[in-house]
């Protein structure tokens, strides 16, 4: 009488049960499972009692083995088969699998051995869920524990190690990366974007000397304690000393000349010896505009009793003023409370926190994700050519911009106002946001009796063809050729007439200059010590300027203190 595979289970089962000695950690009241932990002393009677109802194992420990998709599928659902498992089966009709048995030695054990013995229904093995019953069958006592883990768990933990592991990893590579970057990265970077600061934008630290060295320059430029360059101003005010507040970005504060090289210091030292009693404060900081020299202005410099305020206006702070917007924020009643780079548009952005914190996430942000962002505008194949012909592709894809007649050309091209292709009509539309801080600031002092007045400057294309004779190739401005600003000058002068601000031009000093002197820096761009020298000539000897200084002056004798004092 053939003796069905379920019979055949059963039997081994109770055979296991009663020839070893086996702790039994699953079964079921009709005997069609077995899960227990055996002793190895005991796995030789184990295993001739299996093969005399399986046969010989199908894979024998520590071999490999092959397995048709059905009895795969089943395995699997058992848990998998381990290297160092051995596997019993028997088959029914049509190849299926009728039952299983498994051996497999512990890994934290070597003494005990896990025995699960089944049926398989329809190729779906019959496991112990929810009718389990753990019991001690005769002989000695084993202790049970987790002994192994089944394949798929197995899987899943050493992927977990490994990606503990990469974490890890990355996290060490970033941490060196972020080292190295702040050793030798950033100390090479220009000053232009400051230390990241909350309610200003940036701003350096105060009291810190930095040291900045190209083959053009070697400089050291200290901080006062405001972060500001030059001598601190003495708070509060002595009396009958007029002070004089210069408000301007990176050409104002003096980068890269001395501290005594700045115009500020040489004005200051100009009209001490023609016998005034002022003070020259510099207000300028790398990266500012009107917008942050309004925030400043009102939050912070007033505070140093100003009797004058010269705003010294950069061509480039168009672009400026229209990158500030994005991170100022209001109060309820549409005041303007700070300008945060870690907010944009009213929202904490974390990869702006990230790039202003990290020097590595900066430079990836700056050399790479830029990049691609450039590419994906110009196309790959333009911009390689770009990058061969020497010029930038800010460059590049303000041309493009412009071609497509796009709005917002002052959020790619600092040089807009100076473009030969401008004109004052395609000018006012990004010049009408300056010009709202401009006013702000000269409402601001309106209300304090402050007179202001605003000063500008050229870029060194606009003061002789041989000023700035390798930077500027890069921004698609010719060698040996000087350019006209006239579109610019032109709303200056409108915006001048119109405010009741008086304009202090100095573009022929620097015109008349540049036949014999080298006023800027031939690939940086900025102002050499000459180039201070002339706007510091040019102001000490404008009528305007010694008018207004002198009539401050006596007020401030007069009245034995400021301007603001005496209510002039």
Request: hydrophobic share 40%; net charge positive.
């Amino acid at each position: 009488m053939t003796v069905s595979p379920e019979e055949s289970v059963r039997s081994v089962i109770a055979c296991v049960k009663r020839e070893i000695s086996i702790l039994v950690r699953s079964t079921d009241a009709s005997e069609d499972f077995l899960d227990g932990v055996l002793l190895r002393q005991d796995l030789k009677r184990a295993q001739e009692l299996l093969t005399q109802t399986f046969g010989l194992p199908v894979k024998a420990f520590d071999a490999p083995v092959r397995l048709d998709r059905n009895t795969n599928s089943m395995i699997r659902a058992l848990g998998g088969i381990r290297q160092d498992q051995c596997l019993f089966l028997i088959q029914q009709e049509g190849s299926a699998v009728g039952g299983y048995a498994m051996l497999w030695p512990w890994a934290s054990d070597p003494q005990r051995v896990t025995l699960k013995v089944g049926i398989c229904a329809h190729s779906s093995p019959k496991l112990s869920q929810g009718k389990g019953q753990t019991r001690q069958s005769s002989g000695t006592a084993l202790k049970a524990d987790a002994g192994s883990l089944s394949q798929p768990m197995r899987f899943y933990r050493l992927w977990l190690t490994r990606l503990g592991i990469g974490i890890v990893s990355l996290a060490v590579a970033a941490a060196i990366g972020e080292v190295g970057f702040r050793l030798f990265w950033i100390k090479h970077a220009t000053i232009g974007s400051g230390i990241d600061d909350p309610h200003f934008h940036h701003r350096l630290k105060g009291l810190q000397t930095y040291h900045f060295e190209t083959s053009e320059f070697n400089v050291d430029i200290r901080t006062n304690r405001w972060g500001l360059r030059g001598t601190e101003p003495v708070l509060p005010k002595p009396k009958g000393l007029t002070r004089i507040l210069m408000l301007g970005d990176s050409y104002t504060f003096g980068f890269p000349v001395r501290d005594e090289e700045t115009f500020s210091y040489l004005i200051e030292q100009g009209l001490k010896q023609q016998g005034y009693s002022v003070d020259v404060v510099n207000g300028g900081v790398s990266g500012y505009s009107p917008t942050l020299h309004y925030l400043s202005l009102r939050d912070q410099f007033l505070t140093f009793e100003p009797d004058e305020v010269i705003l010294w206006f950069d061509l480039g702070d168009v672009q400026e003023d229209h990158w500030f917007q994005k991170n100022l924020l209001y109060d309820t009643s549409g005041r303007i409370t700070r300008c945060d780079p870690r907010y944009v548009h009213g929202r904490f952005d974390y990869r702006e926190w990230l790039r202003n914190h990290s020097a590595l996430a900066k430079y990836f942000d700056t050399k790479i994700l830029r990049t691609f962002s450039k590419i994906q505008i110009l196309g790959l194949w333009p911009y390689i050519q770009t990058i061969l012909r020497g010029e930038r592709a800010k460059v590049a894809i303000a041309r493009l911009k412009q071609a497509q007649g796009s709005p917002d050309l002052a959020e790619y091209d600092r040089f807009l106002l100076v473009r030969e292709s401008s004109t004052q009509t395609s000018l006012k539309p990004y010049w009408a946001l300056t010009a709202r801080y401009i006013n702000r600031i000269h409402d601001l002092l309106k209300e304090r009796h402050i007179p202001l007045m605003i000063g500008i400057y050229p870029y060194g294309m606009l003061a002789g063809p041989n000023q700035w004779a390798q930077g500027r190739l890069a921004w698609g401005f010719e060698p040996g050729k000087t350019y006209e600003a006239d579109a610019a000058l032109a709303l200056l002068s409108q915006f001048s007439a119109t405010s009741g601000i008086p304009l202090v031009s100095t573009f022929d000093s620097f015109r008349g200059a540049a036949a014999s002197r080298k006023l800027f820096y031939d690939w940086d761009g900025h102002l050499t010590p000459d180039g201070h020298q002339v706007i510091a000539t040019h102001l000490l000897n404008d009528s305007r300027f010694l008018a207004l200084l002198h009539q401050l002056q006596n007020r401030a004798r007069n009245a034995g203190g400021s301007v603001r004092e005496s209510g002039g």
